[in-house]
């Protein structure tokens, strides 16, 4: 007959035995445990390498969005620092440094045109237009000790002043817009300039850049007149770019800082005429080159001498 087991010795369940494993179990899990790794790690890791190869070959993309896969694969091989794309336009602190720089060479810029009252800078300016400022205070040093006053000029007659000027551009139309802005001087204005733009708009042959010029250099107002250097310098240099003058002027008006404003017209002037200049820019010699935006900037090594 069999013998009955005893009752005291039970074969433990197998959650009693998950409960108090014993050293084997124990050891067993460990090994089940590391058996399974390698071979989850190996699944892991060839995952990893697909997930790597499809975000290889996705575009990047960055905070903007704008990056290719391409400049993304180009921009790592960069260090962080040049990896990051400066914007087309100067920022804040930029363009701070940029009028600092052309304040210390020149700490008081002004026109070059030669005049000792507003109507004098009037005249002049009317004159300047497609012509040297070289060229216009040649005939003004023979004009003004004859008649520099606005009943002067209008007494001279259109005929009477043909002479003085015509070594300038458009002088034929110019002597008719001078006489004629003198007599609307001393019938509207007592044969002073008005210091407000409208009025001075109004005066013959006087526009946009003519007013702020008066305003600006005569009157001290914070005016910027954009001519073709402004332009020039605004737009290569990415301090306020536009795509005609009244947006570069408006652009300007925003971004110069107040305490640069009365001046920055003389100093991007002045640039813009003797280093930022239009067919080859003396970019080597430009003190503001490391800040300018120009792609195509004259080679050469970096030497800033000049504003
Ligand atoms: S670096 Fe060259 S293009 Fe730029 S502002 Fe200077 S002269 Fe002009």
Known sequence: MPKPLPAKSPAKPASAAARTPSKNVAAKKFAAATDAKPKSATVKSAAKKAVAKKVAKKPARTLGGTSTGKAASKSASKPAAQREKRSARLSPPEIGEMFSRLQSLNPHPTTELEYSSPYELL?????????????????????????????????????????????????NTKAANVVALSQQLIDLHGGEVPRDRAALEALPGVGRKTANVVLNTAFGEPTIAVDTHIFRVSNRTGLAPGKDVVAVEQGLLKVVPERYLQDAHHWLILHGRYVCKARKPDCPHCVIRDLCRFQDKTPGDPEPVAA
């Not at 009317?126 to 002067?152: C, E, M």
């Open 123 to 171: 005249v002049a300016v009317a004159l300047s237009a497609q012509a040297t400022d070289v060229g216009v205070n040649k005939a003004t040093r023979k004009l003004f000790p004859i008649a520099n006053t606005p009943r002067q000029i209008a007494a001279l007659g259109v005929d009477g002043l043909k002479p003085y000027i015509a070594t300038i551009g458009l002088f």
